[in-house]
């Protein structure tokens, strides 16, 4: 019997990243794939500890259903209670450091013991280690970008923005660049936070100059967008590299979906309390898994609810729920819901939701898009201000909430102000669910069986394979 072509992923160790990752696995599985999937020992020991019945393996739900996936884990080199977070310079230091040896070993290890001897490396961009990997054991190098085609151009011509001056960024400076293959107009202040001249990122600067000289030698590049948003620029990258955009991965279509754990926090079940809200009443808010607010910004978010006499569901998670205002809870329990974690496409779903404060990451954009959300954008770092720009400027499916800046800290009387805009202003409301509906046919037609991103999964899974026998 002919062998399965057989691929080995590894997901960057972040929830951003480890949904998408886990997604295309299960989508390249049920097109004939073998997949080894690895997590680190502190990723698994997290989302085990949320879904303690799931036990040991994390896929074993996908087996029942078929597919070939198998499942390990190795070290990123720190105890299970080490603060990745809190020591953030030094995960990143030793994952660029020290985890390719680690990763290097188990692939070597790997490819001894398997009797389906893998072909394919599938690692996350971030990783600055696939190239060399992959050339020393002959694997083909993909690479997945889990972001905006935007901002992956960007980052892959650094050369141009420091050539014309803009890197590093000045702080307050907002020139208009239009010189970035495919990107079109943008301005600077719209450029990802690790751009500008900051001493607390000259870590991340490095990261990012080795992993996208790294992606330059890759063999092919995943993306998790959609052709047909960003159209030129994924066809200015297709003339370096063999590109497929075949997002929004986080709706593929598969049985096995809820079988696979991937989030690393329990999941609160909102379903009772939204179904009491009427129709497009409830603003649900949440700034993602990593995001580190200050006191001030939760505070003020805290009090333009109150001012905005919205229902709303606050996602405020345990490490940072000391920060609210005393007694808030008690005195919005009617009005409010404040959970440290969800399954944030059942909330976005619900027919009671109207509207989603966000912070602007891209698995946050896409599943409002999907769910047909409008958002209020406040951006606060990495990449998300160029999402920002993608969602108000661009699309025109919601709103900014500091005109797009990162540096302000949006004042109660302007929250509030913003949330009753989009719940409650007919004119506004109408015009940002209006822009919605097409952006979201976009992202549904994508995925339907002659879209293009099952199109371009389809070839990529095609080209993987004719990579293989060449």
């Known amino acids: 019997m002919r062998e399965k072509p057989h691929a080995i992923m590894i997901a960057f160790p972040y929830q951003g990243h480890i949904t998408p990752f886990v997604n295309v696995a299960l989508k390249l599985a049920s097109k004939g794939f073998a997949i080894t999937f690895v997590h680190t020992h502190h990723i698994h020991h997290t989302i085990s500890s949320c879904k303690a019945s799931h036990g040991i393996d994390l896929f074993s739900g996908a087996r029942d259903y078929g597919l070939d996936i198998s499942y390990t884990t190795i070290s990123d080199g720190f105890p299970l209670e080490f603060d990745r977070t809190l020591h953030i310079k030094d995960f990143w230091d030793a994952m660029s450091r020290d985890f390719p040896g680690r990763v290097d070993e188990f692939v070597g290890h790997t490819l001894k013991q398997s009797r389906n001897r893998a072909s394919f490396l599938i690692a996350d961009t971030f990783y600055s280690w696939p190239a060399t990997i992959a050339n020393k054991y002959n694997l083909i190098n993909v690479s997945f970008w889990t972001q905006p085609a935007a901002v992956?151009?960007?980052?892959?011509?650094?050369?141009?923005?420091?050539?014309?001056?803009?890197?590093?960024?000045?702080?307050?400076?907002?020139?208009?660049?239009?010189?970035i293959p495919g990107v079109g107009s943008v301005r600077t202040r719209d450029l990802m936070s690790y751009l500008k001249e900051d001493e607390s990122v000259k870590f991340v600067q490095k990261v990012i100059?080795?992993?996208?000289?790294?992606?330059?030698?890759?063999?092919?590049?995943?993306?998790?967008?959609?052709?047909?948003?960003?159209?030129?620029?994924?066809?200015?990258?297709?003339?370096?590299?063999?590109?497929?955009?075949?997002?929004?991965?986080?709706?593929?279509?598969?049985?096995?979906?809820?079988?696979?754990?991937?989030?690393?926090?329990?999941?609160?079940?909102?379903?009772?309390?939204?179904?009491?809200?009427?129709?497009?009443?409830?603003?649900?808010?949440?700034?993602?898994?990593?995001?580190?607010?200050?006191?001030?910004?939760?505070?003020?978010?805290?009090?333009?609810?109150?001012?905005?006499?919205?229902?709303?569901?606050?996602?405020?998670?345990?490490?940072?729920?000391?920060?609210?205002?005393?007694?808030?809870?008690?005195?919005?329990?009617?009005?409010?819901?404040?959970?440290?974690?969800?399954?944030?496409?059942?909330?976005?779903?619900?027919?009671?939701v109207g509207g989603f404060l966000t912070h602007c990451g891209w698995n946050s954009v896409m599943e409002s898009i999907w769910c047909g959300v409008p958002m209020i954008c406040y951006p606060l770092y990495t990449d998300q201000t160029m999402n920002r720009k993608l969602v108000v400027d661009d699309w025109n499916i919601g709103i900014d909430l500091c005109d797009g800046m990162t540096t302000l800290v949006a004042d109660r009387i302007t929250i509030s102000s913003k949330i009753k805009l989009v719940l409650n202003d007919e004119s506004t409301s109408r015009g940002l669910k209006q822009e919605m509906e097409k952006v979201k046919l976009v992202l549904n037609s994508a995925l339907e069986k002659d879209g293009s991103s099952e199109k371009n999964f389809d070839l990529f899974a095609h080209d993987l394979k004719a990579k293989l026998l060449a």
């Open 209 to 352: 100059f080795k992993v996208f000289n790294e992606v330059k030698k890759a063999d092919f590049i995943l993306f998790n967008t959609v052709q047909e948003l960003e159209t030129e620029t994924l066809s200015a990258l297709n003339q370096k590299q063999p590109t497929y955009a075949v997002g929004p991965v986080n709706f593929f279509e598969n049985l096995t979906k809820n079988a696979i754990s991937k989030s690393l926090r329990s999941v609160s079940d909102c379903t009772e309390w939204l179904e009491s809200k009427p129709p497009g009443s409830v603003l649900y808010v949440s700034f993602g898994s990593h995001v580190k607010s200050s006191e001030q910004m939760i505070q003020e978010i805290a009090h333009g609810l109150i001012l905005s006499e919205a229902n709303f569901i606050w996602v405020v998670r345990n490490d940072i729920a000391n920060l609210l205002p005393r007694g808030f809870q008690d005195e919005m329990h009617d009005k409010g819901l404040i959970i440290p974690w969800c399954d944030q496409i059942t909330v976005l779903s619900d027919p009671a």
């Open 152 to 179: 992956f151009s960007t980052n892959y011509h650094l050369d141009m923005l420091v050539e014309n001056g803009h890197f590093p960024l000045k702080d307050n400076t907002n020139e208009e660049i239009n010189y």
